[in-house]
């Protein structure tokens, strides 16, 4: 079975500074999806960044980026000039074939 | 364009009682997946339904049903409702199985008392 998990149960970030969100995740495939999603006190979960397993370029939305270290099974989430609106839950997702699995997410919490 | 719609977005119920959860995908979406959040916790999956068959089914008791009508709106059911069934279901859909992207309503809130 597939498991993700996230260490950093709580982050903070100056506004305008750079954080890294960790991720790793345990899988004996070799295609699959990784997700990073934000959840705001809405609660609603917003898609911020996606990679494909197969593709070795990381990838990046804007103040978003990831490092994909296939090997490592690492999937760490970077946002740049960090914004108050930010502040969420963020959960690290494993998705093979029609089986989506999340961490335990990481409060980020950016600080004016 | 309408996204993911979930009804209703809270909901208070007793012990032993049965609940009824509704979702709506967006539009042109086949497939829906329901996920039960609890205080603290990343989303746990449920069931994916896609083209109104069951397609997965995650850990969860016989007490959790659900079903996708022609619309392709999906019903989750639970039964029996014990205490540790209070959380926040989330529905999510996607255009297809397999590589699309989940796009998630803003969940129903359950407290069982």
């Known amino acids: 079975a597939q498991t993700v998990t996230q260490s950093q149960p709580e982050m903070s970030v100056q506004e305008a500074e750079t954080v890294t969100l960790s991720c790793t995740y345990d899988?004996?495939?070799?295609?699959?999806?990784l997700f990073w999603y934000k959840q705001p006190p809405s609660r609603q979960m917003i898609l911020v960044i996606r990679?494909?397993?197969?593709?070795?370029q990381n990838a990046t939305e804007n103040r978003f980026s990831v490092n994909f270290q296939k090997a490592a099974k690492s999937f760490s989430l970077k946002i740049s000039d960090s914004q108050l609106g930010d502040t969420a839950m963020y959960f690290c997702?494993?998705?093979?074939?029609?089986?989506?699995?999340f961490g335990a997410g990481t409060r980020l919490t950016v600080k004016p | 364009d309408a996204g993911v719609t979930q009804s209703p977005t809270h909901l208070i119920k007793t012990r032993g009682q049965q609940v009824t959860l509704r979702c709506s995908p967006i539009?042109?979406?086949?497939?829906v997946s329901w996920y039960q959040q609890v205080l603290g916790q990343g989303p746990q999956f449920i069931f994916q339904?896609?083209?109104?068959?069951?397609?997965g089914r995650g850990n969860f008791p016989d007490r959790f049903s659900a079903r996708q009508f022609p619309n392709y709106s999906s019903e989750l059911n639970v039964n029996a409702l014990l205490l540790g069934d209070s959380a926040l279901y989330l529905c999510?859909?996607?255009?297809?199985?397999?590589?699309?992207?989940?796009?998630f309503g803003n969940g129903t809130r359950l407290t069982v008392t």
């Open positions: 539009s042109g979406h086949k497939s």
């Open positions: 997702a494993f998705m093979k074939r029609n089986d989506m699995r």
């Open positions: 990679q494909e397993a197969y593709k070795q």
């Open positions: 999510a859909s996607s255009l297809d199985l397999g590589i699309s992207p989940l796009h």
């Open positions: 339904y896609y083209e109104k068959e069951e397609r």
């Open positions: 899988t004996s495939e070799s295609n699959y999806y």
